[in-house]
Structures are given as structure tokens and as C-alpha cells.
């Protein structure tokens, strides 16, 4: 095309900022390429042949074609808008009220959505099948084919009914005794594929066995239920801290029972929404853990 639109080899070979011979050599290669001469040379310039003038508007949509991918690139790369969806259970839901709000202010035009999972297992696959952008996870992550971006480690607190510590909530959480729990009604959320109940976890370190168990698959009903009084549950601090607004009494386990949250997503998905998600979360999500 420059060769054309300019008259001559050497003048194309100035518009394009190459050499003479290096403009020769892709000319000759791509007459080989398409096994016909595309120019003839002459004293008073280059000449195209039949053949060539025929390549000169195909040649021109392709250019354009090259140009709108060049844009969309451009685009995508400064992207302000479009959509960012996140799922999750909901006991590594809770508490993301901050970093959403966070994510909304900084990009307004970007449409969030937050899905519910019943397992982390269920929301990676849903990652995985391209139903959302981002899963949060507790590690490690079970899955091969997505990335996991560490944000925080969090820890449990231990939820009992009211009036077993008579711990005034402006002051320190107390250590959990045997006798907190003991005959209580144990309540959980199903176990994960990598690890057992956080309750069974905290019996063990008791040495002692819970009375008796009731399995919930939604963390929202944990709080409800430890106001009947006779139940202990193991949940985390962010869940504890609004149970003990409620009026409900804490207490620590006697070591640390933590897990490490995570958001997983593809390893090709990494828009802007997705990169500003995840850096706020890594700046946010710790303080709120």
C-alpha cells in the first residue's frame, strides 16, 4: 500500500521508516507469498500490475481490521465500565459490605453483582465454567485451571448463648473452659473438602466431644440459632462481632483457629474491574478480617 500510494520504492520506504532494501525484500517476499508480481519497476517510478491493483482494496480492509483490534485492545486495557461478578458462601460473604462499597466508588459505571454459593467448592465451579468473574475461597484452593490472589488470614471466635460468660462487651473476649460448652449442641456449616468443622476442630483441642451436632448450610442462620442458648458455634470473627452486638457471648479458642481467604478467577480474566477488585481487596481486606 505504501508503495502504491506513494509512486515509488524509495518513497514508501521514507513513509514507512525503513531502508530501501528492507522495503524491497518484503515486497519481493510477498509477491512469492502470493505467486505474482505486484509492481513493475520503471525509470519513472513503480508501476502496478493487474494483479496488484486487485490486492489494493482487500489490502485496505485489512489494514482496518489490524487498526480495530489495535482499538479494542486500547479499550479494554483503559476500560472504566462493564460488569464484575462475585460468588461466595456466605460466611466468607459476610463482611465485604467495606470493600464493595470501596469497589463502587472507585468505578461507578461498573455493574457489580454478588452471587451465593452453598459450598466454595459449588463457586469455583462456577468461576470455572464462566458463570463469574471471581470466587471467594478459603485456601487451599481445589481447582486447576484458576489462580487464587491471597487477601487475608482470618480468624474463628467462639459463639454461645447469652449469659455463659457474662463478659460485658467493652471488655476483653475471655478463653473458652470446657465448661462454656459442655452440653451444648454443636453447630456448624458442612465440612469442606479440605478440612473438618471448625467446631470438631475446637473439641479436639479441648479433648472433648459435643453432645450433640446440628449442620446448617447457610452461616446466616448461626446467629439465630445460638440465641437459643444451649449451642456453640465456631464461626469467623467478622460473623462473631455482629452475634455479639446481638447480645450473644464470645470466646477464644484455646489456639488460634484461622483460614486464609482468597479470591480465585481465571487466568486469562483480568480486566480492569478485575485487577482494581483485587487490589482494593488486597489493600481493604485485611483490616476487615
Keep these: 500500500m505504501a508503495v502504491y500510494e506513494n509512486g515509488s520504492f524509495s518513497a514508501a520506504a521514507v513513509a ?7 522495503l524491497t525484500r ?36 485489512a489494514i482496518r481490521e489490524a487498526q480495530s483490534i489495535r482499538g479494542a ?6 476500560d472504566t465500565s462493564g460488569s464484575l461478578s462475585l460468588v461466595g458462601t456466605t460466611n466468607l460473604t459476610t463482611g465485604l459490605g467495606s470493600l464493595i462499597a470501596g469497589f463502587h466508588e472507585a468505578m461507578p459505571e461498573v455493574e457489580f453483582r454478588l452471587a451465593s454459593a452453598n459450598t466454595t467448592a459449588a463457586a469455583v465451579g462456577m468461576v470455572e465454567a464462566g458463570l463469574h468473574d471471581l470466587a471467594i475461597v478459603d485456601l487451599p484452593l481445589v481447582s486447576d485451571s ?11 471466635l467462639v459463639v454461645l448463648g447469652p449469659g455463659v460468660t457474662e463478659t460485658p462487651s467493652t471488655m476483653p473476649i475471655p478463653a473458652v473452659t470446657p465448661a462454656m460448652i459442655d452440653g451444648r449442641t454443636m ?14 476442630i475446637l473439641y479436639d483441642m479441648l ?22 442458648g444451649r449451642t456453640v458455634a465456631v464461626v469467623p470473627r467478622p460473623v462473631a462481632m455482629i452475634g455479639r452486638a446481638e447480645g450473644l457471648d464470645l470466646a477464644v ?27 482494593l481487596a488486597g489493600d481493604l481486606f485485611p483490616a476487615l478480617a
Design 73 to 78: 485492545i486500547d479499550r479494554a486495557r483503559s
Design 207 to 228: 479433648r472433648m466431644q459435643p453432645t450433640s451436632r446440628m449442620e446448617v448450610s447457610d452461616c446466616s442462620l448461626l446467629m439465630p440459632i445460638s440465641h437459643s
Design 26 to 61: 518484503r515486497v519481493a517476499q510477498l509477491e512469492r507469498e502470493l505467486d505474482t508480481r505486484l509492481f513493475v519497476r520503471t525509470p519513472h517510478g513503480a508501476v502496478i500490475t493487474h494483479t496488484g491493483r486487485a490486492l489494493i482494496e482487500p489490502a485496505r480492509r
Design 16 to 22: 514507512l521508516f525503513l531502508s530501501q532494501p528492507a
Design 187 to 200: 453447630v456448624h456449616l458442612p465440612p469442606s473438602q479440605v478440612s473438618k468443622p471448625r467446631g470438631m
Design 253 to 279: 479458642p484455646p489456639k488460634p483457629i484461622q483460614r486464609t481467604v482468597a479470591f480465585a478467577r481465571h487466568p486469562g480474566n483480568a480486566s480492569t474491574a478485575v485487577r482494581h477488585f483485587l487490589k
Design 146 to 156: 484458576l489462580v487464587a490472589h491471597r487477601v487475608a488470614t482470618q480468624d474463628f
